[in-house]
């Protein structure tokens, strides 16, 4: 049984700092791409930020480059999500998930994952 068990998230004002991380177990961690989502109110799931197997390779959509760094320690299971600078409009609820397949890269579709945390909140206040 794959369980992520995401924390970190909080209330920060407009220009703030949150360290998200994700715990993994059931699974060969270091074998599989990770990625963040996220969600908003009214709004669809969004794919955030992606790190493949090894740590070598990130991804992230535009709004948030420069600003949010993601990371992972294989041998803790962890993957992480440093936000810097953050912005009323990154408000939502943010999941981590894991890739369906070993050795691949990250997608930003929510088919490329199989297995999710039960999200964080992460408010953003003006």
């Known amino acids: 049984q794959v369980q992520l068990v995401e924390s970190g998230g909080g209330l920060v004002q407009d220009g703030g700092s949150l360290r998200l991380s994700c715990a993994a177990s059931?699974?060969?961690?270091?074998?599989?791409?990770m990625g963040w989502f996220r969600q908003a109110p009214g709004k669809e799931r969004e794919f955030v930020a992606g790190?493949?197997?090894?740590?070598?390779?990130?991804y992230y959509i535009d709004s948030v480059k420069g600003r949010f760094t993601i990371s992972r320690d294989n041998a803790k299971n962890t993957v992480y999500l440093q936000m810097n600078s953050l912005k009323p409009e990154d408000t939502a609820v943010y999941y981590c998930?894991?890739?369906?397949?070993?050795?691949?890269?990250?997608?930003?579709?929510?088919?490329?994952?199989?297995?999710w945390g039960q999200g964080t909140q992460v408010t953003v206040s003006s």
């Open positions: 790190i493949n197997w090894s740590g070598g390779r990130t």
């Open positions: 059931g699974r060969t961690f270091s074998s599989y791409a």
């Open positions: 998930a894991t890739s369906r397949h070993a050795f691949g890269v990250p997608g930003q579709g929510l088919y490329d994952y199989d297995y």
